[in-house]
């Protein structure tokens, strides 16, 4: 570990790069330097994360336009971009790869984390296929408005340190401005990584992949009596938790293709993503997911689909008699249900004001309040965050009962949950404390953020964008300023499709 320790105490470099990936074999990825732009600005740096990174920020800052545009080199990186597969809306590619992302290498963070630098959209890589791999303002700057947001909500995410502009043009269906955004990630190893080495039968690699998630990511599983075995089963745990935590701020990712299914457990790739306003398991936001496949309630589902899939990758590493392994691999997947129904009733209880012990008729209660909302069209985040401010005083009735098409239907619910919670330990002072801890009053409301991306493409101005990203920094605190913010659309301000932006 003597090279870490070396990276990690180098202060010549902004960025004290240690750089693993690229000490693998290279079947892994296929070196590439980013292709410089005419004139990068800096439109956005994460100070903070530069700072938890252990990076030099003032350096950073100072010339962030030519770092984060792949103008100039950073010393020390090694720029990479990395193979994969993917099932694609249920249809198997068998390479993929990193199409417009460089990876240009990895760093130590101040908590002795390992941690991914990337840029998206800086040039042509070998898996480009015919794309120009490059990226548009307008994904930029969503993606760094939802990724911050999501680590500001507590949700295991990939991470915003700065977004460019290029001073040149995308064509997509129109001539839009150039950007460059930089990411940063526990790893970008993906289930469609292990598909990649499977699909060519090169079990060795699988193996070396495998041996190498277990040293970055589940060291404690280096002691386990099969730890392959054991990934696949600590793999699958952690998406169920993140699918739950999904589900808890009502995120929908459209588009949880296994090359979008991290190995780390963070969410990724936030392209056609969005935040469900009116409550209802079947919305689908995705421009592309024409059958619904990934709908919001959907996505526990499809999880379990793509642990199968990382499971059949594995297969071969399993065990030594097949037989079994196909039987381990079944075991594995079959228990991802139960997983995230326990991940599941742990975020819905702390949603509606339950503790530790659980009644015979809270099950009943959580579904009873789901169908409530779904029959009265209410408003997802708000009506949480309602029932918070109710659990401490009735008073918050009406406000609660306002998000509702028939206010009057809320009141046999409401008090049946109050007789529940007259059994609980808790102060309803203190119980409402909680629930607002878990029930944010500020999600990125799509509207919202397309009406920042508009003003930014379009006109050139990112004040609304600047100030998006500040709201959404303290997604659980009352911002009385910034109500507006807070609000479902108006009727003619819904946002019924979002897009990829490749």
Not at 154 to 180: C, E, F, H, K, N
Not at 350 to 358: M, P, S, T
């Amino acid at each position: 570990m003597s090279g870490t320790t070396t990276a990690a105490a180098d202060k010549s470099r902004p960025i004290p790069f240690d750089n693993s990936y690229a000490r693998l074999p290279d079947a892994f990825f296929a070196p590439v330097d980013p292709t410089p732009v005419e004139a990068p600005r800096l439109i956005r740096f994460n100070r903070a994360l530069a700072e938890e990174l252990g990076l030099d920020a003032d350096a950073l800052e100072r010339h962030g336009a030519a770092y984060f545009s792949g103008n100039t080199p950073l010393p020390g990186s090694l720029p990479l971009a990395m193979a994969y597969a993917g099932h694609q809306f249920g249809q198997f590619v068998p390479q993929l790869g990193d199409g417009r992302a460089i990876l240009l290498g990895e760093v130590i963070d101040r908590n002795g984390k390992r941690r991914d630098i990337q840029l998206k959209g800086a040039g042509q890589t070998p898996y480009s296929r015919r794309g120009d791999g490059r990226a548009a303002l307008g994904p930029v700057l969503r993606e760094y408005i939802i990724s911050e947001a999501m680590h500001a909500l507590g949700i295991p995410t990939t991470r915003a340190l700065a977004a460019v502009s290029t001073g040149q043009p995308v064509y997509r269906d129109r001539v839009l401005p150039g950007a460059v955004f930089t990411r940063v990630a526990a790893s970008h190893i993906r289930v469609g990584t292990f598909q990649f080495f499977a699909a060519r039968g090169d079990t060795e690699n699988v193996r070396v992949l495998a041996d190498h998630v277990i040293e970055r990511h589940y060291p404690e599983l280096k002691g386990a009596e099969k730890p392959w075995l054991a990934l696949l089963d600590a793999v699958a745990e952690r998406q169920a938790s993140l699918i739950a935590r999904w589900l808890g701020v009502g995120f929908i990712h459209g588009v949880m293709n296994t090359d979008n299914m991290t190995i780390s457990g963070e969410t990724i790739d936030f392209g056609p993503c969005a935040f469900m306003d009116r409550y209802d398991p079947r919305t689908v936001y995705s421009s592309i997911d024409h059958g619904g496949r990934y709908a919001f309630g959907n996505q526990p589902m499809i999880g379990q689909w793509n642990i199968a899939r990382l499971a059949e990758a594995m297969l071969a590493i399993l065990d030594e008699d097949q037989d079994k392994a196909v039987e381990a691999a079944n075991a594995a997947v079959g228990r991802f249900m139960e997983r995230f129904q326990e991940h599941w009733k742990r975020v819905i209880r702390a949603k509606i004001g339950l503790g530790g012990h659980e009644e015979e008729g809270d099950q009943a209660l959580i579904r009873d309040l789901l169908i409530l909302l779904y029959e009265q069209k209410a408003d997802y985040t708000l009506a949480f965050r309602r029932l918070a401010d109710a659990a401490e005083d009735s008073g918050g009735d009406a406000a609660l009962g306002a998000l509702l098409e028939d206010p009057g239907a809320l009141a046999p619910w409401l008090a049946v949950w109050r007789e529940r919670l007259s059994r609980e330990a808790t102060s309803p002072q203190a119980r409402t404390a909680a629930m607002r801890r878990v029930n944010p009053a500020f999600i990125p409301r799509n509207h919202k953020v397309e009406e920042a991306l508009t003003e930014a493409v379009d006109h050139g101005d990112f004040s609304l964008f600047e100030a998006l990203n500040d709201v959404l920094a303290r997604p659980y605190e009352d911002q009385p300023a910034f109500d507006a913010y807070a609000q479902p659309p108006k009727p003619g301000e819904e946002v019924t499709a979002t897009f990829c932006g490749t």
